[in-house]
């Protein structure tokens, strides 16, 4: 049985390394057949200790989210909560732009799957939204921003600018555009608060949906 316990963790170290330099190559399209052979495994192998592909996507950015829940804590006592939520957020955009197949399982969750108390999603959100909820409270930031918001934002940008040949920069620029928006003085983005606007710009179109 120890025999046994020892070739599992050898295989699944073997298996995590593998998956680690597919994701970077083919982001969150990585095969998993593909991993299963340049590990010398089987892919029961590879499912049995990654039943699913968020599993293994989850497995493969667990080191990264540490550093980024590690960043939201020490940031909790900044001063400036605005500038603190802000650091925070930039260097998730950051991460998730450079780090292929993240923004991928951030943007999408399956309503039918229960997520583990583990998952990106659910980390990500339980460093970064201390940070939001104090700067709202500090009236830093408006109201109505939600950490769904910035988790969006942050997911739209790096998907946007990953093929640019610079997208660190872009992103970075479409970042600074964006976050104007979450200043209380400003509405959602200089959005007009008016629903006209809605009606005006889709009057004539067809009532279907997409």
């Known amino acids: 049985m120890t025999g046994q316990r020892s070739d599992a963790r050898r ?24 991993i299963a052979r340049t590990a010398g495994v089987g892919s029961a192998t590879v499912r049995r200790h990654f ?15 540490e550093v980024l829940c590690e960043h939201a804590h020490r940031l909790s006592a900044a001063e400036d909560s605005r ?38 999603g659910r ?3 339980a460093a970064g939204n201390p940070l939001l909820q104090r700067a709202i409270r500090d009236k830093a930031v408006a109201p109505h921003v939600t ?9 739209g940008i790096a998907l946007a600018t990953e093929h640019h040949e610079d997208p660190v920069t872009q992103a970075d620029r479409l ?27 889709t009057e004539g179109l067809p009532n279907e949906r997409v």
């Open 175 to 201: 970042f600074h555009l964006a976050v104007e928006g979450l200043s209380p003085e400003r509405g959602i983005a200089g959005v007009p608060q008016n629903s006209g606007s809605w009606a005006l710009a």
């Open 83 to 120: 500038t603190a939520l802000l650091e925070w957020l930039r260097a998730l955009v950051v991460y998730a732009v450079s780090a292929r197949g993240f923004a991928n399982i951030l943007s999408y969750e399956p309503p039918t799957e229960e997520p583990s108390p583990h998952s990106c």
């Open 123 to 125: 980390r990500i959100e």
């Open 11 to 34: 295989n699944y170290r073997r298996i995590l390394a593998v998956a680690e330099a597919e994701v970077a190559a083919h982001g969150a399209d990585a095969s998993q057949e593909q």
């Open 147 to 155: 950490f769904h918001d910035l988790l969006t934002l942050a997911v």
């Open 51 to 65: 039943p699913t592909r968020r599993a293994l996507l989850e497995a493969v950015f667990q080191k990264r989210i």
